[in-house]
């Protein structure tokens, strides 16, 4: 199940995921974003801050969108390892 935590809030109950998120720069300026366990998420922000805020709305957004079509909510996908950097070369013939 995905890590959650009930909170109360005010009187009311709120609950909250955790979820891996990946920011990583982008050419022009600014940060990708991914979430490994919500492939459909594709956001970007200009600022690391701006993308965190647009990662929390995304997620919100399936989050929401899944219990609305009654479908399950996306579980966590553990990563234990860091992400791998290289070059990958590609030939064509001619």
Request: contains cysteine; hydrophobic residues 40%; glycine residues 6%.
């Amino acid at each position: 199940m995905t890590p959650r935590e009930n909170i109360m809030i005010n009187g009311g109950l709120m609950i909250e995921y955790k979820y891996t998120v990946f920011y990583e720069p982008a050419e022009e300026g600014g940060y990708l974003v991914s979430v490994p366990s919500m492939p459909e998420i594709c956001t970007e922000g200009d600022t690391l801050e701006e993308a965190r805020a647009m990662a929390e709305d995304a997620i919100r957004l399936v989050i929401e969108s899944n219990i609305k079509r009654n479908e399950p909510i996306p579980e966590d996908v553990a990563i234990d390892q860091e992400p791998i950097k290289e070059q990958v070369v590609v030939k064509f013939t001619a």
